[in-house]
């Protein structure tokens, strides 16, 4: 379904962006994995390792996403490699596991300067290259930002990551709206209680009793179900959607 596509997937050496670079490659993209670090929280190979090992074809290249200088060169070198950028996938994002009053300003400031700046950063440096080519199909380039369903509901004892998620989701309604006479499609996936290698209260033992009596469906979610979703929006099969907001939950949303 990619086949000939270049994408760079943000926070692709661990969990849901490991997930998607994997089966994004699968499906014959070329990877660039941006991370702080290479090393997947879950252990084992690298998601570059994986690839490889595949048949597929990628390249990690250590980025800041906080950083404008880090993501444009980012996309620079991309384009360097591989000739044009037709997919991102903005997936790196931090918490605090805070609330207000709990939240310092450096707190507040990283978060935020992540999970919105950065995608901010991603988003207008991938726009910019995507004016420079001429359309596959019926896009210049498709733009997939993973919100949460925190982005909708809030979510509590952590405040600046709730309050980035929610901002994730205006910022893709906006792109949307403003860029498609520019034939950029950008959506987001929000995802529900997914099982990743990520430490602390995420896996909680009462956190997952709650998540489990809060879906309907019979299971959690994992990176792949993800995945799925993302190679979706990337693809040709979702040229006349933009500006959605698709839930990954198990139906947590509409109970």
Not at 37 to 42: A, D, F, G, K, T
Not at 232 to 249: I, Q
Request: aromatic share 6%; with cysteine.
């Amino acid at each position: 379904m990619l086949q000939n596509r270049v994408a760079i997937v943000t926070g692709a050496s661990s969990g849901i962006g490991r997930a998607i670079a994997l089966r994004f490659a699968a499906e014959g993209a070329a990877v660039v994995i941006a991370d702080r670090v290479e090393s997947p929280l879950e252990g084992g190979e690298t998601t570059l390792e994986r690839i490889r090992a595949g048949g597929g074809t990628a390249a990690f290249l250590e980025t800041d996403i906080s950083d404008w200088n880090a993501v444009d060169a980012l996309v620079a070198e991309t384009v360097r490699r591989f000739g044009r950028l037709d997919i991102i996938v903005n997936n790196a994002a931090i918490y605090t596991s805070t609330n207000l009053l709990e939240t310092s300003p450096e707190q507040w400031s990283r978060v935020i300067g992540v999970n919105l700046t950065g995608f901010f950063y991603c988003c207008k440096r991938a726009a910019q290259q995507f004016l420079q080519q001429e359309p596959v199909g019926e896009a210049r380039g498709r733009i997939v930002n993973i919100s949460s369903q925190h982005g909708m509901v809030a979510c509590p004892g952590d405040f600046p990551y709730g309050v980035s998620k929610g901002g994730i989701v205006q910022m893709t309604r906006q792109i949307a709206v403003d860029h498609a006479k520019d034939l950029i499609i950008c959506n987001a996936i929000a995802p529900g209680k997914i099982i990743t290698g990520k430490p602390g209260i995420a896996n909680d033992p009462d956190a997952l009793d709650y998540s489990n009596s809060r879906t309907p469906w019979p299971r959690l979610g994992t990176p792949n179900d993800v995945a799925g979703a993302a190679l979706f929006l990337a693809s040709d099969m979702a040229s006349y959607v933009t500006g959605v907001n698709l839930m990954v939950d198990g139906g947590w949303m509409a109970g």
